[in-house]
């Protein structure tokens, strides 16, 4: 099958996670930063799914579910969090817990 | 299926099926980023998640772009309903000088350094990416990161009923000692799902 080089999934995989890491940063509502958390990884699995087929090794599609994994986890964890705030009536604003500042 | 379908019908569909796919991936990118309700951003991450999908099944990833709808599209949906709140956001010029950085940084490797090195992609057999394949790879070569995926989500799966229960524990208590401020015994905003 002719058709894009890996190199034009790489870059569209390098413009998901800047975007992503710009929503990490910017963000301050925090499903929003687990939003673009999200985005990051879902970069990462681009690339790695690119990488496998430039290789024709399947240990990079290996690699991107086990992201897939860790990313669930991390939804299920962070969401945790966030409904334990949002119960004990804390600001959803990552700027405003400061408690734990050192 | 995929594969078979497009190579039947040329390189010129691929790069028509890839540049919608393309163009639905960074839009809806920044749209999860720019929407200030947490809940368009979901669905604009679903959007993007599906456009994902659509770029694997053209890299010959069969079983992780069906992984990829089910695994995620569950994942998010779960985050519809949650509690939320925006607000205003500082120090916009340094975030987006970091997230240009980066950018550059990907797309300047990308470019410069191994250009040459990525327009020749392997030759691939049919089982490439199937399930059989995957499944073969995961219980011989990559016996390990199955097991420690394994071992993650059993983590994941008992630190969300820990965060849970905790929460439903503070909760009760509050609602017991009958000093609930105002405000706190609104357990209605919290999803019958997520409780």
């Known amino acids: 099958v002719k058709g894009p080089d890996v190199t034009w999934y790489l870059a569209i995989a390098g413009f998901m996670f800047a975007t992503g890491a710009l929503g990490v940063l910017l963000r301050r509502s925090p499903l929003i930063v687990l939003l673009s958390l999200e985005l ?49 009536n804390l600001q959803l604003d990552v700027d405003k817990l400061t408690r734990l500042r050192g | 299926v995929t594969p078979l379908l497009l190579s039947s019908a040329g390189g010129g569909l691929v790069w028509v099926v890839w540049f919608g796919a393309a163009i639905a991936c960074v839009a809806s990118g920044i749209a999860v980023i ?85 327009s020749h992609s392997a030759s691939i057999s049919g089982s490439f990416g199937s399930p059989a394949e995957i499944g073969r790879l995961f219980l011989t070569d990559q016996l390990l990161a199955f097991e420690i995926t394994s071992v993650v989500l059993l983590i994941a799966a008992v630190g969300g009923v820990v965060l849970g229960s905790q929460a439903r524990r503070y909760e009760r208590e509050a609602g017991e000692s009958g000093t609930v401020p105002p405000g706190e015994e609104s357990p209605t905003e919290i999803p019958a799902a997520l409780r």
């Open chain 2, 34 to 118: 720019s929407f200030s309700n947490p809940f368009y951003s979901a669905l604009a991450l679903i959007g993007n998640l599906a456009s994902l999908a659509v770029l694997y099944l053209l890299l010959s990833a069969e079983f992780v772009a069906a992984a990829q709808v089910l695994v995620y599209a569950g994942a998010v949906m779960v985050m519809f309903d949650a509690p939320w709140a925006g607000g205003p956001s500082v120090n916009r010029v340094a975030a987006v000088t970091a997230a240009v950085a980066i950018l550059v940084e990907v797309l300047v490797a990308i470019g410069l350094e191994a250009d040459g090195k990525l």
């Open chain 1, 40 to 88: 990051m990884l879902n970069a990462c699995n681009l690339a790695l799914i690119a990488f496998s087929r430039l290789h024709g090794d399947g240990g990079g599609q290996i690699f991107a579910l086990s992201v897939m994994a860790v990313a669930a986890s991390e939804v299920v964890v962070g969401l945790g969090l966030i409904v334990a705030m949002a119960r004990r």
